[in-house]
């Protein structure tokens, strides 16, 4: 059974930075599409990230670009999230998000069928 675990989230002042991990266990294979989603208290998740597996694109939601990175280590079957620059809008639950039957990827959350639990992410002013 596939399990996504994310780890890395905590709070920051505003300007900071943090790394988001997620480690995809259970499957022998790396996922074709792996993405970060954030959902803020009262409001629907968004697309912040995504990395497709095979020619390394990555895809941004335009809030994020030029502060955040997404990257991936396939060996490890890790996806990361650095975050630099944070703004207190960044803050939110931001949940790791995979795809293994291969086809679109990007920030939609339709492209994802695997989920992890989330790690919360706090940014103050």
């Known amino acids: 059974q596939v399990q996504l675990a994310e780890s890395g989230g905590g709070s920051v002042q505003a300007g900071g930075s943090l790394r988001l991990s997620c480690v995809v266990s259970g499957v022998t294979y790396v996922s074709a599409c792996t993405g970060w989603f954030r959902q803020a208290p009262g409001l629907e998740r968004v697309g912040v990230a995504a990395?497709?597996?095979?020619?390394?694109?990555?895809y941004y939601a335009d809030s994020v670009k030029g502060r955040f990175t997404i990257s991936r280590d396939n060996g490890q079957k890790v996806v990361y999230l650095q975050m630099n620059n944070l703004k207190p809008e960044d803050t939110g639950m931001y949940y790791c998000?995979?795809?293994?039957?291969?086809?679109?990827?990007?920030?939609?959350?339709?492209?994802?069928?695997?989920w992890g639990q989330g790690t919360q992410v706090t940014v103050s002013s």
């Open positions: 998000a995979a795809d293994f039957a291969g086809g679109t990827c990007g920030t939609a959350e339709w492209i994802f069928g695997e």
């Open positions: 990395i497709r597996t095979g020619s390394m694109t990555e």
